[in-house]
């Protein structure tokens, strides 16, 4: 179909997310790269910027996407996704003692030292 033939429609947002998915693959030239890998936020900022569109919007979009993403409830749990707890605890932490915290939250978390 001849882009003159192309429908006069207004587009969902399902099919703006992969005609803009596709465009991306197509100006990268490496369409089963950019497939696998998405778009990153400069990648995207630099979309808009072509489009006429702010990229500190971009960022903001991109934040509140990751929040809402964050603030789904697990499907298994009901719960939220992500649980955060604080605890101050009075006095100052000695040098080692400070050595043994970074070490055992580095190998909690599977964090390599630096």
């Known amino acids: 179909m001849s882009e003159?033939?192309?429908p006069a429609r207004r587009f969902t947002e399902t099919d703006?997310?992969?005609?803009?998915r596709r465009t991306a693959e197509l100006a990268s030239g490496t369409e089963a790269a950019a497939a696998s890998r998405?778009?990153?936020l400069d990648e995207l900022e630099a979309l808009a910027r072509e489009a006429?569109?702010?990229?500190?919007?971009v960022r903001r979009a991109a934040r509140?996407?990751?929040l809402r993403e964050m603030l789904?409830?697990?499907?298994?749990?009901?719960?939220?996704r992500r649980l955060a707890l604080e605890r101050t605890i009075p006095?100052?932490?000695?040098e080692i003692g400070w050595e043994a915290f970074v070490n055992e939250a580095q190998r909690t978390l599977g964090v390599?030292?630096?």
Request: hydrophobic share 35%.
């Open 16 to 20: 703006t997310d992969a005609i803009l």
């Open 112 to 114: 390599p030292g630096f």
């Open 4 to 6: 003159a033939h192309l």
């Open 38 to 40: 998405g778009l990153t």
């Open 72 to 80: 789904q409830p697990s499907p298994w749990t009901g719960g939220p």
């Open 52 to 57: 006429g569109l702010s990229p500190e919007l």
């Open 64 to 66: 509140e996407v990751s």
């Open 91 to 94: 006095g100052e932490l000695s």
